[in-house]
Nanobody, 125 residues
């Protein structure tokens, strides 16, 4: 059984930082593209960042220069370091895994095969 479990969310003031973690079980993370997505109330799920099996990354324009995705396959874990947080970053953040060995990744939710349950990030002004 595949499980992705996110942690690290919380309440932070604008300009602050958070680090999200997502531990995968039931899959070998080194065989999967890993990604972070978010969904705010009343909005569709949108891609934040993804990282391929070779370390290639892709970010949404809204987070470039502020967020960094990384992976530790020895720990089956993907991270999202979020700096300079803004109130419009408030959302439930989900990690996903895509069964892909491609060197590049795309921020398309429909391509991802497995999802975590989400962790709330709230940024106050």
């Amino acid at each position: 059984q595949v499980q992705l479990v996110e942690s690290g969310g919380g309440l932070v003031q604008a300009g602050g930082s958070l680090r999200l973690s997502c531990v995968a079980s039931g899959i070998t993370s080194s065989h999967h593209t890993l990604g972070w997505f978010r969904q705010a109330p009343g909005k569709e799920r949108e891609g934040v960042g993804c990282i391929s099996v070779t370390g290639g990354t892709n970010y949404a324009d809204s987070v470039k220069g502020r967020f960094t995705i990384s992976r530790d396959d020895a720990k089956n874990t993907v991270y999202l370091q979020m700096n300079s947080l803004r109130p419009d970053d408030t959302a439930v953040y989900y990690c996903g895994a895509e069964d892909s060995l491609l060197r590049q990744c795309l921020l398309r939710p429909k391509k991802f095969d497995y999802w975590g349950q989400g962790t709330q990030v709230t940024v106050s002004s």
